[in-house]
């Protein structure tokens, strides 16, 4: 298999629910990251990776937990959401990080519903 | 502060040339990209500029003016199958990527 995987693609899960999503490229890339992608809003930068260590956190909530534990696999942890944590979560490698022509490759995206 | 704006919506025939815009105001500037996103897909890289001009790429051209802080993406010879999002996404000084909300492109027969 080649590019960025997501899995799953839908879940459903309520506010005590603890989940997980996963994130797997077979690029040799060294950075990945989560995404959140919310209708007619732009994409919001949750969490980078960059060669396992964690280099971007923007403000992200703690309900929210990123695990990397080597370069071609991302996790996102996910307990006591919030009904407005309903998005679609994408998650994309580069080559590199930090450089200008930082083409992003995505994976389809995890559609999560939070009832 | 920082922002990206692009159309919500833009309607166009099949065959024809369309033109989607892109104004950003940044904190410095290391290259403007586009990426489409069908719906319920990934979204896929489109082009990068970095210097003024335009970038040819077959049908898909992409123009940067970096003292008017402006871009286009031009499509032209409109297929079906370009019906699409298309994403604006400008690289900061630090590198972080700013993204416009998306132009949704709807191509009509």
């Known amino acids: 298999e080649t590019g960025v995987t997501q899995t799953p693609r839908h879940l459903v899960m309520g506010m005590t629910n603890k989940k997980s999503l996963k994130c797997e490229q077979h690029l040799g890339h060294n950075a990945m990251y989560w995404y959140k992608q919310s209708a007619k809003k732009p994409l919001e930068l949750m969490f980078v990776?960059?060669?396992?260590?964690?280099?971007e956190n923007n403000s992200v909530p703690s309900r929210f937990s990123p695990e990397c534990p080597n370069s071609s696999h991302l996790f996102l942890h996910l307990h006591t959401l919030q009904p407005e944590d309903s998005a679609l979560y994408l998650c994309?490698?580069?080559?590199?990080?930090?450089?200008?022509?930082?083409?992003?490759?995505f994976g389809a995206g995890s559609r999560l519903t939070v009832l | 502060g920082q922002n990206i704006d692009q159309p919500t919506e833009m309607t166009a025939t099949e065959g024809a040339i369309v033109q989607i815009n892109c104004t950003y105001q940044t904190s410095g500037f290391n290259g403007l990209f586009w990426y489409q996103q069908h719906a319920g897909e990934a979204p896929t890289f489109l082009s990068y500029?970095?210097l003024d001009g335009l970038e040819e790429k077959g049908r898909f051209s992409s123009f940067l003016s970096r003292s008017k802080g402006y871009s286009y993406l031009l499509l032209k010879e409109l297929q079906m199958k370009d019906s699409a999002s298309y994403l604006c996404a400008v690289s900061e000084s630090n590198y972080q990527l700013i993204w416009g909300a998306g132009t949704k492109l709807i191509i009509k027969p």
């Open positions: 500029n970095v």
């Open positions: 990776y960059n060669f396992k260590e964690q280099t």
């Open positions: 994309a490698s580069s080559q590199d990080y930090g450089t200008g022509a930082n083409v992003l490759t």
